[in-house]
Every structure is written in C-alpha cells, then in structure tokens.
C-alpha cells in the first residue's frame, strides 16, 4: 500500500492537491494501491465532497479524525427528516432561507440553525445548537452524526472546550478535550497529549512493513510523527515548490525552504526524494553534497500527466489569452490583467479569461471595472479546463515560483504557447524561448511595473511577430513526454 500524507483540502485547492489527484489516477492504473491521509481539522465542509471534487475515490481517503471510528467516508446523506426525529419536542417552527434552515422552539433564544449542503435539497451537513441565546453544541453528519463540538460562554464569546467523535451505532470512539492551546485525546485506553501524538498513534496503527510506501507530501507539524512510526516501510518526500531560498544562501551556508527543512536534515531517514522536474533534481543533488555531505536518491516524476493531446475541433478564438490558478497575491493575476490592458493599445483584439478560485477574486474584480474591462476580460471561477486549453492561442503566467505548474502541462498538452517568468522551476519546463512561447528574464530588482511592461512587450511581440501555427506545434511536442503512459511507467518502476 501506498499512504499518501497531506494536511488540508478545500474548494480552491492548490497545486499539492492536485498533484495528489493526478497521482491517485495513475497509481489506480498501473494496479497500485494507495490511501490519500488528510490530517487538518475539516469542519465547514464534509471532507467527501473536497475529495470527490478534484478527482479521488472515497475508498482512497483516510481522515485523520474518523480513522479512529468506524465512520466511513461519504458523501451527506442525512436528512432534515432524520434530525427532526431526534429534536426533544415538535413544537417549533421552521423557516428557510438558501442553504439555511431554522427550527425555532419555545421560550427566549432556543433555536437549531441547520446548514444544508445546497439550495434545493433537505440534506443536512452541519446543526448549531443554541440554548437561551448561547451556542452550546454543534453537531456534523454525514450518514450519521459523525462528531460534535461543545461550547459555553468565555470572555463574552462561544468556547469549543469538547469535540467527541462518534462511531455509527451513536457510541463514543474519543474525545478531543480543548484548553485554550492545550489539547488532549481522551481514548477509551489511552491519553494523547498532542495533535503529533494523535497522528504519531495513526501512523502505528497502520502497522506498515517493508512492502508499504509512505509519501509525505506536506510535512509541517506531523513529519516526526510518522518517521518515528513508519516502522520498516521506506519512505518519500514529495518537493512542490522551490526547496531553498535563493537570497540567504551562499558558498557556505543554504537556507533551506522551512516547508523542507525538517526532511532535509532528516535525510537518513528518508529512502528517496521527488522532484517533479529534471532541473530541480540535477540542483537539489548538487546542494545536498555541497551543503550536507549527503548523496540521497532523488527521482524526477512528474506530478501530473496527460491522458492524450487536446486539439481544437474548430479554429482557435482569435487573439484569446487564458490563464488559470489560486486567485492568490503570489500568482500575481493582478499583473497579468494590467498587461492584457496595456497590450490592447496596439492589439485591440486581445481577450482573457481568467479561471479559479480564491481570496483575491474580489480584488481582481474591482481592478477589471477600474479598468472598464469587463467586455474581455472575464473570471470564469472554478472549472474543469481539460477541454478547454485547445480553444484558446495563449496561455499566460504572472507567477514567479512554481514547483512544476499543472495547468502549464495542461496548456501545452492543448497546444498552447506559454508567455511566463524565467523562474525556477515551471516554466522552463514548459517553455523554449522563442519556440513555443517567451521566457521573460526577472531578477530581484525589477518593479512590478517593470514586470508588467515586459508581460506587455512579450504579449504584443507574440499576436504581432511570432508564428502561432509553429508555437502550438512546438508545444504539442513538449507535451508528449508527459503523456500518461510515460509517466506511469516511473511510478511503477519507483514503487514495486
């Protein structure tokens, strides 16, 4: 079995997730076994909708917080017909609005606030208790009540003091008591002082042997734990992103990305490292000698693939720019419609679309109207893009740091030209300079407007200059190397 470590997962989830996903599929391929382990608390949402949603199978997700009962992970199922049945009275009213109902009952300030999964169904997802105007409880489901967390009033403010996790039958599996930062899990046979201690006792339970593979792919806060439990079954650490910091290292001294620093120095406890590109295996092997007298084995697997290339079926939307990520400050969004904007003045006919999610969406918005942009330049929100690329003539990124970049893969699979910074470690990946796109050179000194003029210059050059027939060629043959086939074949040969 393959156990695949990770900590959270939302509706906008990042590149990690994604790459989980990817990974998911083609180890379900080549006839692998794997379990996807998710260990942050997911209590807005049930955790099998996130999961469902990028890809995974619910018999390929662990929880953290019901590996320890017989809850299975599932999609909601449970009804508002099934709550009324268990409400200590039927004299109440009921109103709702959206995805949100309540249940009034007798006297001040009693009520059951009940949060639905949608707007047109009765299937409840989470319930909040309040009695004489406090939060005193609140209840999640799935099939069943899967846990509750319970309150009383503290310095004027609701305080989650217990959550108890349930099994099916309604019974007690454990108990997480809440003391401010303190935390304690309360097992029938057990205490746990910490949430490391709780992941740590996870990881034994598992019972790994020499045939099972553990892959960490976010380490903060529980790597110890599993290296300490992962008894004789070997294992990998997956590197997203750039491993080191550029500006405080030298000759004598790498000042390692904190995210990696943990499995770096525990590197003899670690039977190989992944890196999703050549570039960043041939740096990292040379930094491990350099910096830790240390020869680890370090393989290069992409961490997506391609099923097939996607052609167009009709012509390509003349002068169209995509782009897709996290709506997050480091993708610099911001730049990229600044540069559509600019480029207008000598190409009028260019457009953007803009697809994901996240927190700076709003922002983003309010830069289009200043601009009075709206008519091209559009956020699309969260989508499937698979049969989308192949529509449009140019992918575009205002990143400067990325571990790989599946959407660059997912453009150039459509044929797309990329225009992007030469940053480690993505778009050199993706993009030969003047072949299927431009590779804008950056340094640390360059101002976002100086970024932003280039982004300009590099747009006006392609839809005036460049041969596009050539480009999107060029980029099928770039693609064809991260076909699926290919790189199954590297998961397979790693893992058995």
């Given at each position: 079995?393959v156990y695949?470590?990770?900590?959270?997962i939302?509706?906008?989830s990042?590149g990690v997730?994604?790459?989980?996903s990817?990974?998911?599929?083609?180890l379900?391929?080549?006839?692998?076994?794997a379990?996807?382990?998710f260990?942050?608390?997911?209590a807005t949402?049930?955790?099998e909708?996130?999961?469902?949603n990028?890809g995974f199978?619910d018999s390929e997700i662990?929880w953290?917080y019901?590996?320890f009962?017989d809850?299975?992970i599932a999609p909601v199922?449970?009804?508002?017909?099934?709550?009324k049945?268990?409400?200590?009275t039927?004299?109440y009213t009921?109103t709702r609005?959206?995805?949100?109902?309540?249940?009034t009952?007798?006297?001040?300030?009693?009520?059951y606030t009940?949060?639905?999964?949608?707007?047109t169904?009765?299937?409840v997802h989470?319930v909040?208790?309040?009695s004489r105007g406090?939060?005193i409880?609140?209840?999640?489901?799935t099939?069943?009540r899967?846990f509750s967390?319970?309150y009383?009033?503290l310095?004027?403010k609701?305080h989650?003091?217990?959550?108890?996790?349930?099994?099916e039958?309604?019974?007690?599996?454990y108990e997480?008591?809440?003391?401010?930062?303190?935390?304690?899990y309360?097992?029938?046979?057990?205490?746990?002082?910490s949430?490391?201690?709780?992941?740590?006792?996870m990881?034994?339970k598992l019972?790994l042997t020499?045939?099972?593979?553990?892959l960490?792919?976010?380490?903060?806060?529980?790597?110890?734990a599993i290296?300490q439990n992962?008894?004789?079954?070997?294992?990998?650490i997956?590197?997203h992103?750039?491993?080191?910091?550029?500006?405080?290292t030298?000759?004598d001294?790498?000042l390692?990305?904190?995210?990696?620093e943990?499995?770096?120095?525990?590197?003899?406890h670690?039977?190989?490292?992944?890196?999703?590109t050549?570039e960043?295996?041939k740096?990292l092997?040379e930094?491990f000698l350099?910096y830790?007298g240390a020869?680890?084995?370090?393989?290069t697997?992409?961490?997506?693939?391609l099923d097939e290339?996607?052609?167009?079926?009709a012509?390509?939307k003349?002068y169209?720019?995509l782009?897709?990520?996290r709506?997050a400050t480091?993708?610099h969004?911001?730049?990229?419609?600044?540069?559509?904007?600019?480029?207008r003045e000598?190409v009028p006919?260019?457009?953007?679309?803009?697809y994901?999610?996240g927190?700076?969406e709003k922002q983003?918005?309010e830069?289009?109207?200043?601009?009075?942009?709206?008519s091209?330049i559009v956020?699309?929100g969260?989508q499937?893009?698979k049969?989308?690329?192949?529509?449009?003539?140019l992918?575009?990124?205002?990143s400067?740091?990325?571990?790989?970049g599946?959407?660059?893969m997912?453009a150039?699979?459509?044929?797309l030209?990329?225009?992007?910074?030469?940053v480690r470690?993505?778009?050199p990946t993706?993009i030969?300079?003047?072949?299927n796109g431009?590779?804008?050179?950056?340094d640390d000194d360059?101002?976002?407007k100086?970024?932003?003029?280039?982004l300009?210059?590099?747009?006006v050059?392609?839809f005036t200059e460049?041969?596009l027939d050539?480009?999107?060629?060029?980029?099928?043959?770039?693609?064809?190397?991260?076909?699926?086939?290919?790189v199954e074949q590297?998961?397979?040969s790693?893992?058995?």
């Amino acid at each position: 079995m393959v156990y695949n470590f990770n900590l959270g997962i939302g509706w906008a989830s990042s590149g990690v997730e994604y790459a989980q996903s990817y990974r998911a599929v083609m180890l379900r391929n080549v006839g692998i076994d794997a379990k996807f382990v998710f260990t942050n608390m997911i209590a807005t949402e049930n955790i099998e909708h996130l999961t469902k949603n990028i890809g995974f199978l619910d018999s390929e997700i662990i929880w953290l917080y019901t590996f320890f009962t017989d809850q299975k992970i599932a999609p909601v199922s449970y009804t508002l017909d099934d709550l009324k049945k268990t409400l200590p009275t039927n004299q109440y009213t009921y109103t709702r609005n959206g995805k949100t109902g309540r249940l009034t009952f007798e006297g001040n300030g009693n009520f059951y606030t009940v949060f639905f999964v949608n707007e047109t169904e009765e299937l409840v997802h989470r319930v909040e208790i309040v009695s004489r105007g406090f939060l005193i409880r609140k209840d999640y489901f799935t099939y069943g009540r899967v846990f509750s967390q319970y309150y009383a009033p503290l310095d004027k403010k609701a305080h989650m003091y217990l959550r108890r996790f349930f099994n099916e039958d309604g019974t007690v599996a454990y108990e997480e008591i809440n003391d401010d930062e303190n935390v304690v899990y309360r097992f029938p046979d057990r205490f746990l002082s910490s949430k490391e201690e709780l992941v740590g006792y996870m990881v034994s339970k598992l019972s790994l042997t020499k045939n099972d593979v553990v892959l960490i792919d976010r380490i903060t806060g529980v790597g110890q734990a599993i290296l300490q439990n992962a008894g004789k079954a070997r294992v990998g650490i997956m590197i997203h992103a750039d491993h080191f910091v550029e500006g405080g290292t030298n000759d004598d001294y790498i000042l390692w990305n904190n995210f990696y620093e943990y499995s770096f120095a525990m590197n003899k406890h670690i039977d190989f490292y992944i890196t999703a590109t050549d570039e960043q295996n041939k740096l990292l092997k040379e930094q491990f000698l350099k910096y830790n007298g240390a020869d680890p084995a370090i393989y290069t697997i992409p961490v997506g693939s391609l099923d097939e290339l996607k052609y167009p079926t009709a012509n390509r939307k003349p002068y169209s720019i995509l782009t897709a990520s996290r709506l997050a400050t480091e993708k610099h969004v911001d730049w990229i419609i600044e540069a559509v904007v600019k480029a207008r003045e000598t190409v009028p006919q260019l457009s953007l679309d803009i697809y994901g999610k996240g927190g700076e969406e709003k922002q983003l918005q309010e830069l289009i109207k200043k601009h009075g942009a709206e008519s091209y330049i559009v956020l699309r929100g969260q989508q499937n893009l698979k049969e989308v690329y192949q529509d449009y003539e140019l992918y575009l990124s205002g990143s400067t740091s990325e571990g790989f970049g599946l959407t660059l893969m997912e453009a150039v699979g459509g044929g797309l030209p990329i225009i992007g910074f030469d940053v480690r470690y993505g778009n050199p990946t993706f993009i030969d300079d003047g072949e299927n796109g431009y590779l804008i050179p950056i340094d640390d000194d360059m101002t976002g407007k100086q970024k932003i003029d280039a982004l300009t210059d590099r747009l006006v050059r392609l839809f005036t200059e460049a041969d596009l027939d050539s480009f999107h060629k060029h980029s099928y043959e770039k693609a064809k190397k991260f076909l699926t086939s290919e790189v199954e074949q590297r998961w397979k040969s790693l893992m058995e």
